[in-house]
């Protein structure tokens, strides 16, 4: 097998997503841009919110936060890049719960930056059922790309 080293991104040339059997309830691509860019001011908000308060003088919510931010992270590379739509779920249901956890370990510390996440919660969980639904609807979907990440956004892969 032929290894190779790219920059971690959805290149113009990859239409694996485009080709994909999708829900019609699948929303149009151009939403997730937006929705995304409100949800990351929002956890970046609530993230602050808690550090004004108590810096990083408690461990847990850190940990907490620190570990849904790196599932959320990791999700697109999984999904995306490695075509992995079961590893997307697997990595999304992880997020759902580290999303839980830290709006409960947030809101004793500051109220307003656990509420700041529900809405965040509200679209990875309808994220959450459209992964699934995609897996549903597309079996043999998922390539044998097996990836490494290395640092610098760069990772190597099996093709």
Same mark, same amino acid.
């Given at each position: 097998?032929?290894? %190779? ?11 694996? =997503? ?9 929303? #149009?691509?151009?939403? +997730? ?6 949800? !990351? ?9 808690? !550090?004004?308060?108590?810096? +990083?003088?408690?461990? *847990?919510?850190?940990? /907490? +936060? $620190? ?5 959320? $992270?990791?999700? #697109?590379?999984?999904? =995306? ?14 997020? *759902?719960? =580290? ?9 004793? /510390? ?8 529900? #809405? %965040? *919660?509200?679209?990875?969980? $309808?994220?959450? !059922?459209?992964? !699934? ?13 097996? @990836? %490494?990440? +290395?640092?610098?956004?760069? $990772?190597? @892969?099996?093709?």
């Amino acid at each position: 097998k032929q290894w %190779y080293q790219r920059r971690v991104a959805i290149t113009a040339g990859d239409d694996w =997503f485009d080709n994909l059997v999708k829900p019609s309830w699948n929303p #149009p691509n151009w939403v +997730f841009g937006p929705v995304w860019t409100l949800l !990351y001011f929002m956890i970046a908000l609530s993230a602050f919110k808690v !550090y004004r308060k108590i810096g +990083f003088s408690q461990a *847990l919510p850190w940990m /907490v +936060f $620190f570990i849904q931010i790196t599932l959320n $992270f990791a999700w #697109p590379l999984i999904f =995306f890049v490695g075509h992995q739509l079961l590893g997307g779920l697997i990595d999304i249901l992880l997020m *759902l719960v =580290f999303i839980i956890l830290n709006i409960s370990v947030f809101i004793p /510390v500051e109220k307003s930056a656990g509420l700041l996440l529900l #809405p %965040y *919660l509200a679209w990875v969980t $309808f994220a959450t !059922y459209l992964n !699934y639904t995609l897996w549903r609807l597309n079996p043999d979907a998922s390539t044998s790309h097996l @990836c %490494y990440i +290395f640092s610098d956004n760069v $990772f190597l @892969c099996n093709n």
